[in-house]
């Protein structure tokens, strides 16, 4: 049987690509008018924004999910379990995955996690991937010629989500498909993976600083572009919860996730207002940029969002921050090797199969703190029990 790895065809990122994407409901329904932009410095609501969207993946956050304790990338939350009959055929499999991408931390961690996971299945006898680079013409003819190949089933990350939907259903018709990750307007993959979703991430970083900055005080929010779904579902949330708070929006402003922009947008504002008594991130990976504009100034950090990034844990830990990191965990990577081989041994599986989002706080900071991983390590890679860890994601063992 060959090695998981020697069929590995990986193409090197080349361009800087946005973050993770959730799936558009596959019915449209109409966004929730704008509210009260004047007032609260928010601006007008997104067009991505869906209330009942909004509203399932807040109540998820309370709900248990179900599955082993230890293996928060084997559970589902609420999960609608579908029959797999129709895909059962017996091994060894040939897994096929068209990346959107390697070129963020974020995405490489997981793609580190995702080749261990295939490590692990000896009914896995051949896995083949092809990477994107970002590039929507590039993954259509990625999954044209995966198709060519004889995959017994096809996992995607979707680059974006409207250019991609044909070039997914046409291989539906051919294969079993499942998508992760970002999503598609199509519901014909056996099974979408994702955590909550981006509306939960933006509310867990938003109420945390209604609570911890004073009514009245000066929220800067930053924002790395405009039109990911994922991003906008996470400001929307913020919005949402910002403009029934009595708290200031004084700017919402695009990072491009540039660390160097980044500190400057903070410090334009410092000398702007004097004073920024809170700040919001959609994404983490340059929060420690941002915490550095208010050092330099000599300034005390105000209540702010990162991620799950060890850099980021790191700061917190070390400065002893007022700070929250609400998170899309990378163990994620793991669950379409796990229901690829569920679905082709014709076992059932969740329709949307939507994973745990943990949020780390001061109280749980120490157990996601990992001074040995590099400071772009997200904590949530769910990596720890596979073969290689820590050095295959780049730390140094203790």
Known sequence: MPRPEAAIAVLAALVLAGCTTDRPTATTQPAAPATSAQGSGTGTQSKFFVQADFDA??????????????????????????????YKKDG?????????????????????TMQAEVGLHEEIGEFTALDAEGKDDKQISDIAELQAKGCDA?????????????????????????????GVETDCPVTFIKPIGGYA???????????????????????????????????????VVFDRS??????????????????????DYIQRHGTID???????????????AFEDAGLPVPPINGEDQQDFLQKWKDAGLTAVAPTYPTYQWRTPIIAALKILKGE???????????????????????????PLHYALCGCEDLPGFPETWGGKKG
Not at 60 to 73: C, E, I, L, V, Y
Not at 154 to 179: E, G
Not at 206 to 227: H, N, Q, S, Y
């Open 278 to 292: 809170g700040v919001w991130m959609d994404a983490g990976a340059t929060a420690v940029a941002a915490i550095e």
């Open 201 to 239: 991430f933006g509310a867990d970083a938003a109420e945390f600083l209604t609570e911890k900055v004073p009514a009245g005080g000066k929220v800067l929010a930053l924002r790395i572009l405009p039109g990911v779904d994922v991003l906008e579902t996470r400001w929307s949330a913020a919005k």
């Open 57 to 86: 993946q807040l109540a998820m956050r309370s709900q248990t999910p179900q599955g082993p304790a230890a293996k928060p990338w084997e559970q589902a939350i609420d999960p609608k379990m579908i029959d797999t009959a129709q």
């Open 92 to 112: 060894p499999y040939h897994l096929c995955f068209s990346n959107a991408a390697v070129n963020n931390p974020w995405r490489q961690v997981g793609w580190k």
């Open 348 to 374: 059932e599986v969740p329709e949307r199969w939507n994973l745990p989002q943990p949020k780390v706080t001061g109280d749980n900071l120490a157990d996601y703190l990992q001074p040995d991983m590099p």
């Open 154 to 182: 096809l996992i995607v990350s979707p680059n974006t989500t409207a250019t991609l939907t044909p070039a997914v259903t046409a291989a539906c018709a051919k294969v079993p498909v499942i998508v992760f990750d970002r």
């Open 246 to 267: 009595r708290l200031q929006v004084v700017g919402v402003e695009f990072t491009d996730g540039d660390a160097a922009k980044t500190k400057s947008i903070v410090s």
